[in-house]
């Protein structure tokens, strides 16, 4: 069970260690794998706020390159270097914001696994997808490319995260059987693409507007393994999200 947190551009760095040593407080002993993912000019600071704790460090992106001019970009070597495990790609704010393609992102998901590092692929479908009866023709082409090239050893250390656009950001949420619905259907997909020993291996989170009072129903589900939680993860919600998901560990 993962729980994980998206910080997006939220939190100067004074407040980020703040922050974190307040959840190390409130969070210690937790038997379940707790992910804080602050901006990039917070990570070097909380790799050592965060250092001998139960809590990890996530970055939200990065580039594939190891170095080079890519003005305004991060690589996954300065990221390992410092502490990071987990990083976020695909997220659909990177998507359609930046446009970033699913060719991009694999090669993202190959760059980060090589580092040593763990990637939070990111999947999911718009409004308008969901509504003319596309979820899961998207959610299968982002996954089937996202993972494109990938051993079997290499697809048991990804996490996929299934965030519907339409529910982020926007307090719309995904009923805990439409989400389940997806869960399994991405749980169905990794065992034909592979087995069904891989399929359940592989973490599956669920993020869209989560709040305590929605959490419980959806980690409820079978095939949900915890969430990626955006503005819900920059308070004290955090804190009850990642007790509600300990009663399933």
Known sequence: MIVAGNWKMNKTNQQAKLFANTL???LAGMKLRIVLCPPFVCLSDLAEVLRETNLCL???NCHYEKAGAFTGEISPVM?????VEYV??????RRHIFGETDEFI???????????????LCVGETKEEREKGLTFCVVESQLR??????????????????????AIGTGIVAKPWQAQ?????????????????????????????IKPDNFFGLMAQ??????????????EQFVELAKILSWFV
């Open 79 to 83: 990221l390992k270097e410092i502490g």
């Open 181 to 209: 619905e997806v869960h399994g259907f991405i749980r169905k997909l990794l065992k034909a693409l592979y087995d069904e020993n891989l399929s359940k291996k592989v973490p599956i989170l669920y993020g869209g507007s």
């Open 145 to 166: 490319q996202g993972l494109f090239g990938l051993t079997r050893d290499q697809i048991e250390r990804i996490v996929i995260a299934y965030e519907p656009v339409w």
């Open 24 to 26: 190390i407080q409130r």
């Open 58 to 60: 996530g970055a939200q």
């Open 222 to 235: 079978p095939d949900i393994d915890g969430g990626l939680v955006g503005g819900a993860s920059l308070d």
């Open 106 to 120: 694999n090669k993202k998901v190959k760059a980060i696994l090589d580092n040593g590092m763990t990637p939070i």
């Open 88 to 93: 976020i790609v695909g997220h659909s704010e």
